[in-house]
């Protein structure tokens, strides 16, 4: 991943200057942005590889400027909070964003956090997705080497992370997986993470294929119901 292009979005000066060094240490190419608007605008001009965006901007915000990312990329985003406040948080995911960082971070941490969102988004767009037929789950069909959701016949649109998720539970259809698994096979966390991640993953999830469709098991995780060749 020598050579990625990174857009780091910050108002804090010294945050931004002493992250982005540790980046380019480590083998990134950093773009810096001291606020929203010049992030977005840095983003058109020169498209990255992956956003790092604060949640506190001035002129415009974290959340908006990753939905308007949304709106016109799937390149990985990852938020960083001040604060680990819930809906700081849980406003972030709901965006759009991949991921999330809390202040103040290790830089290593940061990095290593950075890298998996590269890695799940390279295997992704090379052929990451399991080969095999149409499945379905009610009204939901998922064609896995298409990399397409259609509900009711329409087509549904997925970010990046979403899709990975939906076809992590579609491998095993009725078994109850745990937000530590999901955070290991969909997030590619070798660590702990913070299953907030999942939780808010899953919801959204739920909104665009159906909330029945996706089950919770208190104590135990989520399970796909239903499915059929």
Not at 9 to 34: K, M, N, Q, Y
Not at 130 to 159: A, H, S
């Amino acid at each position: 991943m020598t050579g990625t292009h990174v857009l780091f979005v910050e108002d804090d000066d010294v945050i931004r200057e002493t992250t982005g060094l540790s980046l380019e240490r480590d083998g990134f190419r950093v773009t810096p942005a001291a606020d929203g608007r010049d992030g977005l605008a840095l983003f058109r001009a020169r498209p990255p590889d992956a956003v790092l965006i604060d949640v506190v901007l001035p002129h415009l915000n974290g959340v908006s400027l990753c939905r308007r990312i949304r709106e016109e990329s799937l390149v990985p985003v990852l938020m960083l909070s001040a604060r680990d406040d819930p809906v700081d948080i849980v406003v972030g995911l709901e965006a759009g964003a991949d991921d999330y960082v809390t202040k103040p971070f290790d830089s290593a941490v940061l990095t290593a956090r950075l890298r998996a969102a590269l890695r799940r988004a390279e295997r992704f767009s090379d052929g990451g997705p399991p080969e095999g037929g149409v499945l379905r789950f009610g009204d939901v069909e998922i064609d896995p080497d298409g990399v397409r959701v259609l509900r009711g016949g329409e087509e549904v649109n997925l970010t990046p992370t979403e899709m990975r998720l939906l076809l992590r539970f579609a491998q095993s259809p009725g078994t109850v997986l745990s937000r530590d698994v999901l955070l290991e096979n969909v997030w590619d966390y070798e660590w702990g993470g913070d299953t907030r991640v999942v939780d808010v993953h899953v919801q959204r999830l739920r909104n665009k294929i159906g909330a029945d469709r996706i089950e919770t098991v208190r104590g135990f995780g989520y399970r796909l119901a239903g499915g059929d060749r």
